[in-house]
């Protein structure tokens, strides 16, 4: 089984030591991608809607520099700073992984990088 790393100028870098994402043979295993804006580093203005919807993209130009799509997203797990979030987020969520969404686990956790929100991460069907 191989192993190639993933990156794409489409998301923010990594800040930390971990490549944006994996790609195996059969797999691709993304870090958690939070709202921040690619060219800046810095969150996008607004509340959770703003960021999941930025964490939302990042993740499929992740995706797609790996060369699969989000319609072979499978897992995914969604960190929430505030669980009253959740019926916000999901409705941001409900537009990328309408008709047969992969399988989800939602968290709320106790801080993000930089403040953020919410963060996501996935693992995807290499195609």
């Known amino acids: 089984m191989r192993k190639k790393v993933v990156h794409t100028e489409k998301a923010p ?10 790609r195996t043979d059969s797999f691709i295993f993304t870090a958690g991608q939070i ?7 810095e969150l996008v203005a607004g509340a ?18 790996a060369g699969s799509s989000m319609d072979n997203v499978v897992k995914t797990t969604v960190f929430l700073k ?6 916000k987020m999901n ?7 309408g008709e047969n969404p992969p399988a989800r686990s939602t968290v709320a956790v ?3 990088p930089k403040g953020g929100l919410v963060e996501v991460e996935a693992v995807v069907i290499a195609m």
Do not use: C, H, W
């Open 91 to 97: 409705s941001i969520y409900a537009e990328y992984f």
């Open 35 to 41: 709202g921040l804006d690619p060219t800046t580093g």
């Open 48 to 65: 959770v809607e703003e960021q999941t919807r930025q964490a939302l993209n990042n993740l499929r130009n992740v995706i797609e520099a």
């Open 110 to 112: 106790a801080g993000l």
């Open 82 to 87: 505030d669980m009253a979030d959740f019926p």
């Open 13 to 22: 870098k990594a800040i930390g030591p971990y490549s944006q994402a994996i």
